[in-house]
């Protein structure tokens, strides 16, 4: 049981490059959600989905895109890198509303 | 709306002693509450969470936490600091009717730095 798996850890981008962030988790979760983490502001929310073909945005949307075709993948697509956007950003997923989340180890990434 | 505040932003204790990482909210509905820690470089762990049972809640590694509806503060609190509980912590909330859809959206204080000193 691997849990919330994210790749790649580490990613340095140029501005305007375009990348996915993968993110994966084999606990049969319905919930998933992408957060960002910059320092003093704790993790902000930016999109989220409560089942396969359902999403939402979250509190800072603008600059990314989610799908969400599978129960198991929740990829966060970067369509035009800038550098507000270099952060740490977290995978999650739980069972429901009430439950726990359960984060990914983090993907640091730095647009030059 | 929600909101979580955390009172502090860094919190310094000598080993041994306690520690109290002070957390209030704001809901409208009954939330459930958690406290995460974070390592250096690492993701985010679950110490705690309450969800409308026992309103002292105990966690992993000692640590414990309070739900005070009255005051709307859910501070973490352990007896003894170890040298490995220096890390950063957050206090978070989640209301499970905020937004359009029944997603209970976790909402994050901005973290509190706790530094252990020997």
């Known amino acids: 049981n691997a849990g919330v798996t994210q790749t790649p850890k580490f990613q340095v981008l140029k501005t305007g490059q375009s990348m996915t962030l993968q993110c994966a988790q084999d606990m049969n979760h319905e919930y998933m959600s992408w957060y960002r983490q910059d320092p003093g502001m704790g993790l902000r929310l930016i999109h989220y989905s409560v089942g396969a073909g359902i999403t939402d945005q979250g509190e800072v949307p603008n600059g990314y895109n989610v799908s969400r075709s599978t129960t198991e993948d929740f990829p966060l697509r970067l369509l035009s890198a800038a550098p507000s956007q270099t952060s740490v950003y977290f995978c999650?997923?739980?069972?429901?509303?009430?439950?726990?989340?359960?984060f990914g180890p983090g993907t640091r990434l730095t647009v030059l | 709306a929600q909101s979580v505040t955390q009172l502090d932003s860094h919190v310094s204790v000598s080993e041994g002693t306690p520690v109290l990482l002070r957390c209030n909210y704001s809901s409208s509905y009954s939330p459930s509450l958690f406290w995460y820690v974070q390592h250096p470089n690492k993701g985010l762990q679950l110490l705690l969470k309450y969800t409308s049972a026992a309103t002292l809640v105990k966690g992993i590694n000692g640590f414990e936490a309070e739900f005070k509806k009255s005051e709307t503060s859910f501070h973490l609190t352990k007896p003894s600091a170890h040298m490995s509980d220096a890390a950063e912590y957050f206090c978070?909330?989640?209301?499970?009717?905020?937004?359009?859809?029944?997603?209970?959206?976790?909402?994050f204080g901005q973290g509190t730095i706790l530094t252990v000193h020997p």
């Open positions: 999650a997923s739980s069972y429901s509303n009430y439950n726990e989340q359960f």
């Open positions: 978070v909330v989640s209301d499970p009717y905020a937004g359009g859809t029944s997603y209970g959206k976790l909402t």
